[in-house]
């Protein structure tokens, strides 16, 4: 029988009653609960979110409104927004990464009742007419005037669960902002917990966690990813969750060598970082039966890297492609066979499989027109879900200009053939009859120096490739060689990891990184960003 999701309110209560013994283990303690430890029970995370919600409503929030969530990476964003749900409030999920003049036009944007934040985010940012009131985190950094400690809140009784309507606002998650100011999505529980956890919670051949799983996650924890793995996994009750806050290799390798995964998802950018972790016979990853990767490209030796790292016999990488609006959308399962083959102009990792059955569709249309192309033509690609978004806070504009009826456009170019899915660009940064992805996944493949490839595409000119390395050096030879066959490139700019513009998922900040390079223009309309 398909299992009924649960109401994110009462997420833990539910798998305490049901006895569900998933030990959590973390990398360090939440913020949330300095001296908690990092190891936890459901009656524990139940108790420790029924205080939170108990904090919350005597802070002023309550049914309806806003609670606007500003921390560091944590899983216990998640415990926040399940305090927030189970009185009646919004959580809103915003990444303490974000630059402060942004981070202030998403809060004046959400106008929420209550601010909670950790000091060091106090600091930055002016909240002198943002928000009504704000509540301080524990955590290093002074408590700017006005602002309550959290720890004066705790004691307060939680009233009854709130019991809101399936279409009704649930959470609100941000976009990844790589090409400005990020979008505020809101979900409902019909979309983001219905559809996508419930789907997820389903005991699926190889995807779903096992009994017998240790499953971790080192995502980003505001993400509109982690409310649907947080529902899906602990329904499903593994033996372990492992949830990693720091995703540096030097803290994140030795949490994940004490606690050796059985399936691990995390962005590529994270992916990147650790691969150096894949060499040796102590590999953290020796254990490893499936990767989930959904946020960003993945080019082809990473993925090589880490199916390599496995000892498991047959260990897959499921690569999903999808939106924060939308859900996933695709998804298409990697293995050591079918990434055998090296350098050539149509890697893999480009084609993203079909829908997923019985869940999403898509089409591609033209770009002027929108009138459906042919198969093969590429075209900007529509996506048809029942777990689309309810909206964007305070741009609704900006989302009825990307709704069809029930299809959304994606403001992805891509090539439907056969019924799967080939990505090539986004529309406000494609190469024109190419693609800078395509070129990505060619340059890494062919170039062991590179870390990691960002091209940019430049209107009547060749693209830019911009290359990471270790040390911000690469063989000008090795690069002529690599690009013999491909469309032309300038020069690259050879630059180190931390040099890069990124956003809190490790995508690269394309607008800001084409302004360092004065390569302003965009050969896209960036209509559909």
Known sequence: ????????????????????????????????????????????????VRDTAGALRAAGAGPGATVAVVKDNHWDIVLLACAAARIGAVPALLSADLPPDTLAVLLARLDPAVLVAAPRVLS???????????????????????????????????????????????????????????????????????????????????????????????????????????????????????????????????????????????????????????????????????????????????????????????????????????????????????LAARGRRRPTT?????????????RIVDEHTFQPVPDGRPGLVLARTDARCLGYVGEQDRWDDKVDGPWWNTGDIGVLSRGALRLLDREVDR??????????????????????????????GPAVPVLVTADGRLDGTAFRAATRDLPPLTEPVVVTWDELPRTATGKVRRAELRARLRTAAVPGTGRWT
């Open 350 to 362: 480009r084609d993203l499989g079909r829908p997923v059955p019985g869940r999403t569709r898509l």
């Open 1 to 48: 029988m398909t299992p009924k999701p649960l109401d994110l309110g009462i997420l833990f209560d539910v798998a305490a009653d049901r006895g569900v013994p998933t030990e959590v283990r973390l990398s360090r303690p939440f913020d949330l609960a300095p001296d908690g430890g990092v190891s936890w029970r459901m009656p524990a995370l139940a108790e420790l």
């Open 124 to 338: 930055t940012v002016d909240m002198a007419g943002l928000v009504e009131r704000t509540v301080a985190l524990p955590g290093p950094g002074t408590v700017p005037a006005g602002a309550v400690p959290l720890d004066d809140l705790r004691g307060h009784r939680a009233p009854p669960p709130y019991r809101r309507r399936d279409d009704d606002p649930l959470v609100v998650h941000h976009t990844s902002g790589t090409t400005g100011v990020p979008k505020l999505v809101v979900h409902s529980t019909r979309t983001i917990i219905r559809r996508l956890a419930g789907f997820e919670a389903v005991r699926w051949p190889l995807l779903a966690s096992r009994r017998t799983d240790t499953v971790a996650s080192a995502i980003a924890f505001h993400h509109g990813r982690a409310v649907p793995w947080s529902v899906s996994v602990t329904w499903l009750a593994p033996r372990r969750m492992l949830l990693l806050a720091d995703r540096d290799p030097a803290v994140a390798g030795p949490v994940l060598r004490a606690c050796p995964p059985s399936t691990l998802e995390t962005d590529p950018a994270t992916y990147v970082r650790w691969t150096p972790l894949t060499a040796g016979a102590d590999t953290p990853f020796r254990d490893v039966r499936l990767y989930v990767s959904t946020f960003d490209a993945a080019h082809p030796p990473m993925v090589r890297a880490y199916l390599g790292a496995s000892r498991r016999r047959l260990p897959v990488w499921m690569q999903g492609w999808g939106q924060t609006e939308t859900g996933p959308l695709t998804f298409r399962f990697l293995t050591r066979g079918s």
């Open 431 to 460: 190469v024109p009859g190419g693609s800078c992805l395509e070129l990505e996944d060619v340059l890494e493949d062919r170039l062991p120096a590179v870390v990691e490839a960002t091209v940019l595409a430049a209107p009547g």
